[in-house]
């Protein structure tokens, strides 16, 4: 991004109780990038709603080392839900050159027993194509990757990750034991089998 990029860092002390921590409408200069934390909250998931006709980036940075702990492209009018690991904060990034609104959420809760027990693997969706891909995560987040990204993603067993041909969606890929930790998996190569084994 260089030297021209401003950094706003946004400390939200909420006093708010667990459950009702409210909306907050962001509005995000050209060529800006936000960085949003919640450090009274332990266990933390953000819905994020993209209002503008733009893409954004959306990272997760650990405060620490600074380095990027995992990223995804927010298309136009997309919406995502993440979670904020333990030391890390929500970064949003406005490549454009006009003015783009965000709404976020944030969504504070103790962890659920029963998801602890499910196993999660953590591996990187990679786009090495020079073209964006929008998939669809049910009960995660919906990235549009961008070309010639990596994003790392936390799934557990059984997640199916869909890719849209018109107006059907499709299975792209379903999260087993095969893929191992820290995996790299080319989407652009997987989309174009796919859509050929589906004839699409």
Known sequence: MGQLTRYLFLIFNLLLAEFSLGQTNLTIASQQT?????PNFKFLAIEIKN?????IEIACINYEDESKVSGFGLGPKGKATLSIPDKTILQITNENKSNIEVNINPISSPPNKDLIKEKYIKFILKNETAESIPL???????????PFSNSGVSLKIGQKIYFKNGFK????????QEITEGKIIKIGSLLSDRKNELGL
Do not use: A
């Open 136 to 146: 669809i995560i049910p009960g995660v987040m919906n990235p549009n990757l961008s």
């Open 34 to 38: 936000i960085q949003i934390n919640y």
């Open 169 to 176: 969606k499709y299975i792209l890929l379903t999260v087993d």
């Open 51 to 55: 209002r503008s006709r733009l893409p």
